[in-house]
């Protein structure tokens, strides 16, 4: 297994970092944090105490990764993306771990660039949130995800192509609508 690679000027202090991975300049994973193997951790990136990363995780440049965000594997963070972990933040009052609110991402979902994900919610597999959108509001899985605040205007496949009116996608894929708060389930 190739060894895990961390550019002279990042900073890896944590001992739970899979092999295959690469930290490149001026990211910070503190200890605390996992991540996974054969993860990109870009430029800028700031990866806190408690944040899970899973497998092959590609993270562009300038995104924060707060404690109780949970990227399952294969999900792709665009650039200067932004998480939160907090629904009243005040910086006057004590902090402390029970006052985070927990943020899931899904296995397979892209979060386009300077996108803005608000803490809480779920953000299912294999969907699809387009560069500068703000979601306010849990995704279901294969959704396409547009704007401020968030709406769905389409649906994806695992292979991030938007798929016809009829569930079917060019690489020969075929889905089935379950509800609006479950999305799709694939078929075929």
Known sequence: MPEIFIHPQGICESNQVGEGTRIWGFAHVMAGA????????????????????????????????????TLESRVFVGPNVTFTNELCPRSARPKGRRQLVPTLVQVGATIGANSTIICGKIIGRYTFIGAGSVITKDVPPYALMVGNPGHRIGWVCDCASQLSDDLFCKCGLKFEFVSEDMGLRKIA
């Open 34 to 69: 996992i991540v996974g193997q054969n993860c990109n951790i870009g430029g800028n990136v700031f990866v806190e105490a408690g944040a899970i990363i899973g497998n092959e995780v590609t993270v562009k440049n300038g995104v924060q990764i707060w404690d109780g965000v």
